[in-house]
């Protein structure tokens, strides 16, 4: 697959607390910096997304419930697990859009309440790649909301893990059925 200059890679919460040792880690979260970071080199569009939560966030719980939306507090503002890991390549003017910063709203999607879909109009971006965490939340939510945009969305396999191995398979399912496709990172030139 060749890359041309209306692509972008969208990196989708790849922050500590969802990396292992992190407040709420995805399995093998970290195993989704090697090839996202072959890929940042590869697109001349990156664009990041991060939970940017507020302290007293709705979804957060002391006793989180998971598949409820109810979750242990994590990526508040301004905190080491809210970080982007060291490891992952994020140059000094990244673009970076911020969700779940609404106190009362929850957000999956790194379209939802942010300039996510001006911006990618503005550099007129027509097919997108995703990767990062976690497939069977943001990063499933944000594929299809691109392809409800109307871009051409692929879903970067190796370039993302899942909460668990049922809910993954159940995503990738949704995100077949509403036309996203999926490759991986070695197929991106």
Not at 23 to 36: Q, R
Not at 48 to 61: E, G, N, Q, T, V
Request: net charge negative.
């Amino acid at each position: 697959m060749i890359l041309e200059p209306t692509d972008a890679l969208l990196v989708i919460d790849v922050q500590n607390d969802f990396c292992p040792g992190g407040a709420l880690p995805v399995p093998g979260g970290d195993g989704v910096i090697p090839p996202l970071n072959r890929l940042i080199n590869r697109f001349e569009t990156v664009i990041y997304s991060r939970d940017w939560h507020p302290d007293d966030h709705c979804s957060f719980s002391l006793d989180p419930q998971f598949m409820d939306g109810s979750w242990p507090v994590h990526c508040v503002q301004d905190t080491p697990g809210a970080e982007f890991p060291f490891a992952l390549r994020v140059p000094l003017d990244a673009v970076i859009v911020s969700k779940g910063t609404d106190p009362n709203k929850e957000a999956y999607s790194a379209f939802q309440n942010t300039d996510l879909k001006n911006i990618l109009a503005s550099r007129q971006i027509q097919r997108v790649f995703i990767g990062g965490l976690a497939l069977d939340y943001c990063v499933k939510e944000t594929a299809l909301d691109a392809r409800r945009a109307g871009f051409e969305v692929y879903v970067v396999e190796d370039a993302t893990r899942a909460v668990s191995e049922e809910t993954g398979r159940q995503a990738m399912e949704a995100l077949k059925a509403a036309g996203v496709r999926f490759c991986f990172s070695g197929e991106i030139k």
